[in-house]
């Protein structure tokens, strides 16, 4: 009940009118900034933060919960339209999006995401008001053998969307991973695979890879077999609007999306990219048109844009009831929080109370303005695909070097960019799947890192993976995910023998 | 090509990614040999790299067959043109960023090969059209964004 | 990495403000960051800007980014490109000596011209609220008994938390090249490691841990600088629990190789009379930096000291060889 009127005290505070249009230029701000291809959520929140400062603390607040969801959404919309992801949480959403886009059925893709991407930020933000203190508890305990069990957990399961071809599919993986190999070790701080070219130190950046792959990649392609099969690009077929049966075919997505996504994003290691690929296998094994997937299916778009949101919520748990700062995101928004005298930790719900409630209630309404902004622009962004196509995909370049060059200007990056793009164009021509590579390029370092933190706190004893409930749990649903299929396959055969 | 002289059996892409990968997998193999630090609990930098390396030999010997047997899915023809003049805008792209040319002219390269490659035929209108809009985007990156993109004898005018 | 990014409207409105006092003032500076924007420092190149410009004692200041492996890329550029150049500044710190030994950079610190340091923030090591180890002696003995069992968290390989890790080990009279030290990827991972009770003792910048200090998830086992802090006068030293250790995570200020004696004075002067400024105070004091200014020989022979300790950590710790 406390927590409720506390809730409702924050909501009375920030309905006035000119909270609400600070919330409105919030979200349009960040939007705007956030469309930009390689400026991901992070960097448009870090960019557009000072403008917040001028403001009282309620304003600031509102403005900045609006600038927030209005860079999510904004990556997702360049993940659909031109299929440049912004972040690695996009990288599911632009799988199905961008081919619904090319298919005339941006608006209902983009729509989808905006709705999804409200359902799962409500859902999520109720539980952030109602359940953090409990939920930052469990977190915690999360150590590095649970993370790698969840990240295996993660593999296993993406493995299930490679396509015809197991073989293929796995060499994608696997030289996604490799790829992540590049660079300096994190625990030791050797550098691997670098060659000697200091830029390789850094490693491979995950949106030099994914746009490399797929905007670049897919430009060449099509170029290619332009006289052959010319690729018709419809700005829209049908509906603008989400038909009757793309709700029904969304509303489940978007719910499965938030429970992956909340939890996940909570722990303090969990992120974002695991919920999305969770989110897009699920939805590929339980989609009644499974032959849609991979040419534009609604589900794919609406689960993993509701896990990427509701995992941005997650990650606040951590941040406001322990100033754990877990994404780059957040890790600004905390900076953010202490200029407008908030200062995350253990103490600020008993001394700050309005304030936080303050700020829980802006995200609701920076959300639903998020969606009531957002809804009338669709029509304007999927007519971008009408422009003459020569010139859309002279444009898609133009920003795919913009995305490269702002997130680093070097000639290296821009020549990974190119190679990157021709491996991808290479890839589509012998049917190769490209996202598994960038699942690799995410997953592996990730995975690595972890396994090798749990053992170094066991000493090297590897059953420390089985010893501890979660991560033997997680690993056994990996086990069944993995043996699974064969069983099954196996087991339909020999029923269709006994017949 | 080899691929539809099915008596010899060898489809060539195959073969080389076939290749491709069992380099790969010896390049791994041969960094991690050559690391000096090893970590002194759990298990150090190379294990991962050991890892990656016997699945990429293993993905590369099942290349290798095949190769052998169905070969992989045979691609259709390719208009070579296009592909050139997209390639070609690419690394003049990354030629102009590297030799100091700046970003706006760059993105006049990249913007007016890949309408070329595309089928336009007006590099020139396309090249202005590069230039505005390398110019509007340096504008909003430099004075209202506060990042810097690499500059050049056009950018200093501003 | 976010400090310095909400300085940046502060800068721009400062910036504007500065062009009217600073009227008489010549000095065209550009200062290189060899971080990302919003890194530290980014945030300390961009505080810069707003000091001298609003202080007059530059006309103009220009901030670039160049990122990547641990500021030596950064550092490499700066060493080829900038040489002779006097009106050219570098941003630089603790971390960038560790990293140009690890990465086994080209260049090096003794290629640039010191001009001054500038700030410093105190390390500290804490651990968990219900772990055993109450002072710095408790786990210092348990550091010299078995290396392995006491497990470190804290920042990057060889960055400043994992080098303090092992002077620790060796100021106690333990086996540094045994610590079993444990990266992890930004402040919030190793928090999250030490409150879910997953390792024995954390390191990092006292301001890092400061809210779970106060709401007492954390204790203080020590504070690596020479007095007690100001912010957390309850907080002992390292020192006042027997632990001979004083490691200040430092930045400074350099400038390129190259340079004439003339260029040099004008390049230190500006510095000092920036660093003595109360713009550069009062900034100081929103971001909770320490003012740590240095000048002129002693700067050159500090850093060279610091680039010996750390040269001779590392090898210690196995990072390099």
């Known amino acids: 009940m406390d927590t409720f009127n506390a809730l409702m005290h924050g909501f009375s505070v920030a309905i006035e009118p000119s909270k609400l249009l600070f919330a409105l230029v919030g979200v349009f701000l960040g939007t705007a900034v956030g469309v930009l291809p390689g400026i991901g959520p992070a960097l448009t929140v870090a960019l557009l933060l000072p403008v917040t400062f001028k403001l009282d603390p309620a304003g600031s607040l509102i403005m900045f919960a609006g600038i927030y969801y209005g860079g999510m959404y904004g990556g997702s919309t360049t993940a659909i339209l031109i299929n440049a992801p912004g972040e690695s949480a996009s990288l599911a959403t632009a799988l199905e999006g961008s081919k619904m886009a090319k298919a005339g059925r941006g608006g209902p893709a983009l729509a989808t995401s905006a709705i999804g991407s409200f359902v799962a930020g409500t859902i999520a933000t109720l539980g952030l008001a109602f359940l953090a203190p409990w939920l930052v508890e469990v977190a915690v305990k999360f150590g590095p053998w649970d993370y790698f069990a969840l990240m295996i957990l993660a593999f296993v399961t993406v493995s299930a969307t490679f396509g015809d071809s197991p073989l293929r599919g796995i060499t994608s993986l696997a030289i996604g991973v490799t790829l992540g190999l590049i660079g300096i070790d994190r625990l030791t701080g050797q550098a691997r695979l670098t060659f000697g070219v200091p830029e390789l130190l850094d490693g491979v950046e995950v949106t030099t890879l994914a746009v490399g792959l797929f905007a670049v990649g897919e430009a060449l392609y099509v170029a290619s077999k332009r006289f052959r099969d010319p690729e018709e690009i419809v700005p829209i077929k049908g509906s603008l609007w989400m038909t009757k049966e793309d709700w029904k075919r969304s509303w489940a997505p978007w719910l499965r999306g938030t429970a992956f996504g909340f939890p996940i994003g909570a722990l303090p290691a969990g992120g974002a990219e695991v919920p999305t690929f969770l989110s897009y296998s699920t939805e590929k094994k339980l989609c009644k048109y499974p032959d849609e997937f991979g040419k534009g299916a609604i589900e794919g778009v609406a689960g993993p844009e509701a896990a990427n949101n509701a995992s941005a919520a997650g990650t606040l748990v951590p941040l406001l009831t322990l100033g754990l700062p877990t994404s780059a995101t957040a890790a600004i928004m905390l900076a953010g929080f202490q200029q407008y005298g908030l200062n995350p930790g253990p103490l600020l719900f008993a001394e700050r109370p309005d304030l936080v409630w303050g700020l829980i209630a802006s995200l609701f309404i920076a959300n639903t303005m998020l969606v009531i902004i957002n809804l009338p622009l669709i029509g304007l962004w999927v007519r971008l695909l009408a422009i003459p196509q020569p010139w859309l995909y002279a444009g898609i370049l133009v920003f795919a070097a913009m995305g490269t060059l702002a997130v680093k200007a070097s000639v290296v990056e821009l020549s990974m960019l190119f190679v990157f793009g021709f491996l991808g164009f290479l890839m589509r021509r012998y049917d190769y799947p490209v996202a598994p590579m960038v699942v690799g390029l995410i997953l592996g370092p990730m995975a690595e890192a972890q396994l090798r933190r749990a053992l170094q706190i066991s000493l090297g004893d590897p059953m420390i993976l089985l010893e501890n409930p979660g991560s033997a749990i997680l690993l056994g649903l990996a086990f069944i995910g993995l043996v699974a299929p064969f069983v099954m396959s196996g087991l339909n055969r020999f029923k269709a023998s006994e017949d | 090509m080899a691929s539809t002289s099915s008596a010899k059996g060898a489809d060539i892409p195959a073969l080389v990614v076939a290749a491709l990968l069992l380099i790969a997998a010896a390049l791994v193999a041969y960094d991690a040999k050559s690391q000096t630090i090893v970590s002194t609990y759990g298990v150090g930098p190379t294990a991962m790299p050991y890892v990656v390396s016997a699945v990429l030999g293993v993905l590369g010997l099942c290349h290798l067959v095949v190769a052998f047997r169905e070969g992989l899915p045979k691609p259709e023809a390719v208009d070579s043109t296009a592909v050139l003049w997209l390639t070609g805008g690419l690394i003049g792209l990354i030629a102009c960023i590297g030799l100091g040319g700046g970003f706006i002219i760059a993105t006049a390269i990249v913007f007016s090969a890949t309408a070329r490659s595309f089928g336009r035929q007006a590099l020139a209108v396309d090249f202005g059209i590069g230039l505005v809009l390398g110019l509007a985007i340096f504008l909003m990156f430099s004075k209202l964004l506060q990042l810097t993109l690499p500059s050049g004898p056009l950018e200093k005018l501003f | ?321």
Do not use: C
């Not at chain 3, 700030?119 to 786990?139: C, F, G, M, N, Y």
């Not at chain 3, 200090?213 to 030293?237: C, H, Q, Y």
């Not at chain 3, 929103?286 to 001779?312: N, P, S, T």
């Open chain 3, 1 to 321: 990495m976010l400090k310095s990014i909400l300085s940046r409207g502060a800068v721009t409105a400062l910036a504007l403000a500065g062009l009217t006092t600073a009227a008489f003032a010549q000095l065209e500076l550009k200062i290189m960051a060899p971080a990302a924007p919003g890194g530290g420092w980014d945030g300390t190149a961009r505080s810069m800007q707003q000091a001298l410009t609003a202080s007059g004692i530059a006309k103009s200041v220009q901030v670039n980014n160049v990122n990547g492996a641990g500021g030596t890329i950064g550092l490499a550029q700066f060493v080829n490109g900038a040489k002779g150049d006097g009106s050219q500044l570098m941003v630089n710190g603790f971390v960038m000596v560790g990293a140009i030994l690890l990465n086994k950079s080209p260049v090096n610190l003794s290629q640039v011209t010191p001009i001054a340091r500038l700030t410093a923030e105190a390390q500290v090591i804490v651990v968990p609220a219900d772990s055993p180890i109450k002072t710095a002696k408790d786990l210092a003995d348990r550091v010299k008994a078995d290396p392995a069992k006491v497990t470190w968290a804290g920042g990057s390989a060889g960055g400043v938390d994992h080098i303090m890790a092992a002077l620790f080990a060796g100021a106690v009279g333990g086996d540094a090249t045994k610590i079993n030290y444990i990266p992890f990827s930004g402040g919030g991972e190793a928090l999250a490691a030490l409150l879910g009770g997953r390792v024995t003792a954390g390191i990092s910048g006292y301001g890092e841990f400061e809210g779970q200090i106060k709401a007492g998830k954390l204790r203080v086992v020590g504070v690596s600088s020479g007095a007690r802090l100001p912010n957390a006068p309850d907080a002992p030293t390292l020192k006042e629990g027997g632990v001979n250790l004083e490691v200040l995570n430092w930045r400074s200020v350099v400038a390129p190789p190259g340079i004439t004696a003339e260029q040099r004075k004008v390049l230190a002067d500006a510095m000092e009379k920036m660093a003595k400024s109360k713009e550069w105070a009062e900034i100081l004091k929103a971001r909770g930096w320490d003012d740590a200014y240095l000048g002129g020989a002693e700067f050159e022979a500090f850093l060279k000291a610091e680039d010996a300790r750390v040269g001779k950590v590392l090898r210690d710790v196995g990072l390099v060889k």
